[in-house]
């Protein structure tokens, strides 16, 4: 009887919990019936379906629209209006800039110059790799970023088996030679290049504001919850998170290179295994020319969607460069925000011919509109918007007040341990669930004590939403994790194993550089007018 019970649990756990969760959580309102309470049953409700995945976390996004008009803690209206905030607009325009590189190619053209120009020994192609994958990064999808580059790491790492200069893989082979699913295993080397590209994926996306939309859900909640501040800007943003993302990039490199490819172990048999000598160069150089010959010379597309891409990037850092008048100073009274420079560019990327024989035929524009449907990432716009509607409804019914209140303990650590506290506890969630949900439960909450530490809220709130990110461990923690250990059969043992260590890393460099150095940038000694009213 018990083995049909469990194996009926395995099918229907998701099912149970969808009714019982909801049931269980009833107590929180209906022992003290008030919005605060009230509020605090949705976002424990919501929490816990995103943690667990019980319905893909866009639709859990939208819990907000249901459940807050209904109890009572914000109207249709003005929860829906959460959803297309300002961030969530430059999200969709930064997205729809990414997707036009995708789309004409141009980031894997340069990528493959750059490699072949860093070098092609195991040591500078995996230097390379992570190079590349943490700039492109930055400015397209962590998960783009990371599909993009596997393909040139399979052809050369393929092209170099072939040539008896390497394995791939380790395992039982069937009588053709091919290996069995069930046993198959990469080797050292290659698990060195496929997760060192999902670790530099995911250290790229902390660099700019654009390359991850957990950095864009920091930018709602913090103008949510300080609307007369200046916001998270996009040129402070990036003085105060490149340095950051060298800082974690390259130790990470350093310690993949001790623990895969034998660094100062010359005898191991990992350093041995990537002795390929100047015939293994040869021969990756040769697999990198012969993939640019197959793309052929630039074309204009590519020539104008780079244009266009280095356009976004000025309007963005000209809007409020700090050391002079910014663009729309110039031109209006009116506060002009980056989605509209992000909708200025998509806008030109949807007139702008892709090609000039236009004679002949009607040409494409440089990114379609059927092409952005397919890729848009619509469910991470929904998280998205939920958060927001969470940081609003928290505001409204005087949740994050109450919860700074019951916290007014902590209130009394120095502001370093709060912020090592908050990180610690980003950094460990994470690993579990979607780096921009932890972020929509955290900051509200964060936000509220930094009010009432009366703490400058940046101090607290980049860190903890930056650590967020952290996901390193687990194959389940993030897209690019789960892609790598998809593609070359990753044990997470393995993970885990080289992943703690760039979790420690991580958390190190944050903790050492972001206080000093967004000091300089933020005035942290400080805690300003507008930062103090609910």
Sequence with gaps: MAGPTLQALKIYWKSLFMVLFPIALLPIFLTNNIAEMRCLYVVCLMAGFWVLEILPSGVTGLFPII?????????????????????????????????????????????????????????????????????????????????MMLPIIQAVLEELEAQGLGKMYEGEVDEEGQFDESTKR??????????????????????????????????????????????????????????????????????????????????????????????????????????????????????????????????????????????????????????????????????????????????????????????????????????????????????GKMVANELNAVTTYPKLVIMVVGCLIGAFVTQFTSNAAVANILLPIVASLARKAKIYPMFLMMPVNLSCSFAFCLPVATPPNAIVAMSCNVKTTEMIKVGLLVEVIALVMLLLIFPNLGSVIWDFNSFPDWAKKD
């Design 67 to 147: 459940f807050f008009p209904i109890m009572g803690i914000l109207d249709t209206r003005t929860t829906t209006m959460s959803y297309f905030k300002e961030s969530n607009m430059m999200f969709i325009g930064g997205l729809i800039i990414a997707l036009a590189i995708e789309y004409c190619n141009l980031h894997t053209r340069i990528s493959l110059r750059a490699i072949k120009m860093i070098g092609c020994s195991y040591r500078r192609l995996h230097f390379g790799l992570v190079t590349l994958t943490m700039l492109v990064s930055m400015w397209i999808s962590n998960t783009a970023a990371t599909a």
């Design 186 to 399: 990469p080797t050292r080397v290659t698990m060195c290049f496929y997760i060192g590209t999902a670790y530099a994926a995911t250290i790229g996306g902390l660099g700019c504001i654009v390359g991850s939309g957990t950095n864009l859900v920091l930018k709602g909640i913090y103008e949510t919850e300080f609307p007369k501040s200046n916001g998270v800007e996009f040129n402070k943003w990036l003085a105060a998170n490149v340095p950051l993302m060298l800082a974690i990039m390259y130790p990470t490199w350093i310690w993949m290179q001790f623990w895969f490819m034998g660094l100062w172990r010359p005898n191991s048999e990992d350093a041995k295994a990537i002795d390929v000598g100047k015939e293994g160069e040869k021969i990756t150089r040769q697999v990198l020319t012969d993939k640019l010959a197959e793309m052929g010379l630039f074309t204009i597309h590519e020539v104008l969607v780079g244009i266009l891409f280095v356009m976004a990037a000025l309007l963005w850092f000209l809007r409020r460069p700090g050391f002079m008048k910014g663009w729309p100073d110039l031109i209006t009274n009116t506060a002009t925000g980056d989605a509209t420079a992000a909708m200025i560019v998509v806008l030109l990327l949807f007139i702008i011919p892709a090609r000039y024989d236009c004679t002949r035929e009607i040409s494409l524009k440089l990114i379609t509109w059927q092409y952005v449907q397919k890729k848009m990432h619509w469910s991470l716009i929904f998280l998205m918007g939920g958060g927001f509607a969470i940081a609003d409804g928290m505001k409204a019914s005087g949740l």
